[in-house]
């Protein structure tokens, strides 16, 4: 058995396609027991975020499985593996705390992905498709992901996806102090966009949610005002910027609502920053005149500066996951010998104890103690011996002579450890 992952995320993988393979929180039970159910499959972990979707399993054979039953979600398509990697064992280990401690993120360091790992690690158990190996991997995760946030820099100066969005808001488009901002969504991500646009003194903001209630707190805790979605087009016009994340598997936002919004505008420009996957704003609004489109794909030029700054920060974490790696291999390998040896062991003790009651049956029905105790030690010898000999004499036709220095160490002559010729 070996521990695997595949997936596509922002660096594999266009935001088209990474939408149609993400996974919503009502779709992971079903989908975790689809994974479980696949032949060979001990323990499987389902992590879908904005940035990627990936499949975590502590399965038999080469992961083949696991890529075939991604392929087949209905949007996907087969063209999906062109766009997959592929890790196994050590590598799965490596990318895994990479992740957690945002070193494979879109925005390097960000904290958010720790807190999706958890999720997904909290989902699996859940629905019962973690217990072993995978399950104590993830436990390393969070902690290697918190100390390498702890002793580097690479946690310094958080910044988001939202953040991002709202500099690029401040840098290239307008005064946000003389400007509206329509928020769509209420989840973390406009959490985030709300506090950063508060502390940058935005002049009015509006919060469109489906829950008009979740639109409402959040409302309350920033200063903004609250609207139902379905009354979005009504106050379109009206926002400067739009941000959008929610976790819709459809646009909420069309060409024709904007084009309604450009001309009550009297086509002054407004700039939309589609932060969801699947996206919130339809491909189409981008054709528009007088409308800047940016996704979350459209940010990663606007982080390069992020990068440069936290490139040291990166090198110190990398260092500290290479060493966690490394610690937990050799864990699990040996824990994997452990149960090598916990197998003979148990094979030893099945030997004795039925070698021991045959014996007893053997006295008991009048047999001299002599020859029940020659008996037995025949037996015994016989049970213990049948399979290595077996196996030894495989070897010998097969010309396996690795088997054969093995049985050696294994089993040392009687003149082994003597000093003498």
């Not at 505008?265 to 700039?271: A, I, N, T, V």
């Not at 007893?360 to 290595?388: D, I, K």
Request: glycine fraction near 6%; include cysteine.
């Amino acid at each position: 058995m070996s521990l695997h992952v595949l997936g596509i995320n922002h660096q594999t993988a266009p935001v088209a396609l990474r939408e149609k393979v993400a996974f919503g929180p009502e779709a992971l039970p079903p989908a975790l027991a689809a994974l479980r159910g696949l032949p060979g499959v001990h323990e499987a972990v389902l992590l879908s975020t904005c940035n990627r979707t990936e499949l975590y399993a502590h399965a038999d054979g080469d992961g083949q499985a696991l890529a075939d039953w991604l392929a087949a979600h209905p949007e996907a398509g087969p063209d999906l593996h062109a766009y997959l990697y592929r890790h196994h064992d050590a590598d799965t280990v490596r990318h895994l705390f990479r992740v957690a401690s945002g070193l494979d993120s879109l925005v390097l360091g960000e904290p958010q992905i720790l807190g999706q790992v958890k999720q997904a690690w909290a989902a699996s158990r859940a629905a019962g498709t973690l217990g072993g190996p995978l399950d104590r991997l993830f436990q390393q995760a969070f902690t290697t992901a918190k100390r390498a946030r702890t002793d580097t820099r690479i946690g310094a100066n958080p910044v988001s996806v939202a953040s991002i969005a709202v500099r690029l808001a401040q840098d290239s488009f307008a005064r946000l102090d003389a400007s509206t901002v329509l928020l769509i969504g209420a989840g973390e991500t406009i959490e985030l966009a709300a506090r950063h646009l508060v502390e940058a003194r935005v002049q009015r903001l509006l919060i469109a949610n489906r829950t008009l209630a979740h639109a409402q707190e959040l409302a309350s805790r920033h200063g903004g005002i609250a609207l139902p979605l379905g009354e979005l087009d009504k106050h379109l016009a009206e926002a400067d910027i739009v941000i959008s994340a929610t976790a819709a598997r459809t646009p909420v936002l069309h060409r024709q609502e904007v084009e309604h919004a450009l001309r009550a505008r009297r086509h002054r420009p407004m700039l939309l920053l589609d932060l969801a996957v699947p996206r919130d704003i339809a491909q189409d609004v981008s054709g528009l005149r007088d409308v800047f489109l940016y996704t979350v794909d459209d940010l990663e030029r606007a982080l390069e500066d992020n990068r440069r700054s936290r490139r040291e920060a990166a090198q110190q974490a990398e260092a500290i996951i290479e060493l966690q790696t490394a610690r937990f291999v050799e864990h699990w390998q040996a824990s994997g010998r452990q149960q090598t040896l916990l197998q003979l062991r148990a094979h030893g003790e099945t030997a004795r104890m039925e070698a021991l009651a045959k014996a007893r049956q053997q006295l008991a029905a009048g047999m001299p103690a002599e020859q029940a105790l020659e008996l037995l030690a025949h037996t015994l010898t016989n049970r213990l011996l049948h399979a290595p000999t077996v196996a030894l004499r495989e070897a010998a036709r097969s010309g396996d002579a690795e088997l054969a220095r093995a049985a050696e160490r294994l089993f040392p002559g009687p003149d082994a450890g003597n000093d003498g010729p």
